[in-house]
């Protein structure tokens, strides 16, 4: 009986390992949205660790991906970007509407943990939000992404950034 459950935990927690080692394809379509529109910096264009986290509080009605590219392995820096997600005439849209460069800090900072040597656009509020959102990426584990993969992705997504409605 106990091989039975030792068995069964070893399935369990290989399967789940090997699912974590992919990363999603909403992340992917969204950094090909960054490096296309050039809002990945050119120190984060090598193959990287990613994280991120999809807000469906905060603005009602829409959905806010964050994702966090980070710096170094040790996830202590990095540079973070908002982008809303809809749907238009049946295709799916990836609107960039904030970037920042945040270092992660033990004490003070502007934010809780959090420091923007370049902030984000937006108020207290925004930078509050971005602050939360990259606290709550760092829980979870970060996906290796080829740069490559994701300049060349098989299902582009519609890419659209603040810049544009200037």
Known sequence: MKRSWALLLWIFFSAAALAQEQPPKLLLR??????VRDF????????ANWGYWVDTQSYPGSRVLYAVAYARADRHSGWVFSIFLSREAGHDVFNI????????????????GV??????????????HIASAIRTI???EPFAISMHDARTLQEPASCQSYVDEK
């Open 138 to 140: 760092e829980k979870l």
């Open 40 to 47: 990945v910096p050119h120190e984060a264009l090598h193959d």
């Open 30 to 35: 969204a950094i090909h949205c960054l490096v």
């Open 97 to 112: 509407q904030n970037n920042a460069r945040f270092v992660r800090v033990r004490k003070g900072g502007e934010y809780p």
């Open 115 to 128: 420091s923007f040597p370049d902030p984000p656009l937006g108020g207290v509020w925004t930078q509050g």
